[in-house]
């Protein structure tokens, strides 16, 4: 049995869209699910922010390990959320990471490395998504043609809804593979 660990962004919470639909799409399978919650200082991302998302991203774990002591976590990140990498590789946990920062080498060679699957997804408009690099890491990418960081492409609102419709269904498929 798995259970998802709901990390957020930055200024992108666990109600929003993207991590909203990850929510779903574990409830929809009955899994149990931990949501990270945190209010990031000011200054975090010039001193280096993996300390601060792994201590809250372990905490969840831990929490999750005493409600659901058989499930083994899956993570679902969003951009600063994908500092998460290192643990998850350190952990061999499968993930999913939403806008992952892979401009940062050491979240891009973390998830690399990890032998679980992951799902990474990413927009063409976003600088920290790098096909090529999302590609090197030999996981599955789905990458969104004109979408910006929080994937949302350019044009009508039916555009980005067609596109969370893509992104929830490619969510879906990765956890019912797991």
Known sequence: MFAGVIVPGRGYGPQAPLLDLASEAL???EMPVETVRWDVPDGLLNI???PFVRAHVAAAIHRLSMSAPDAQPVIIAKSLGSYAAVLAAERQLPAIWLTPLLHIEAVAEAIGRNPAPALLVGGTRDRSWLPEVATATGKRVVT???GDHGLRPPGP???YAQVLGDVGTAIEE???QL
């Open 174 to 176: 990765f956890l019912a």
């Open 48 to 50: 280096g922010p993996e």
């Open 157 to 159: 609102l039916r555009a």
């Open 27 to 29: 409830a929809d399978r």
């Open 144 to 146: 969104i043609t004109g």
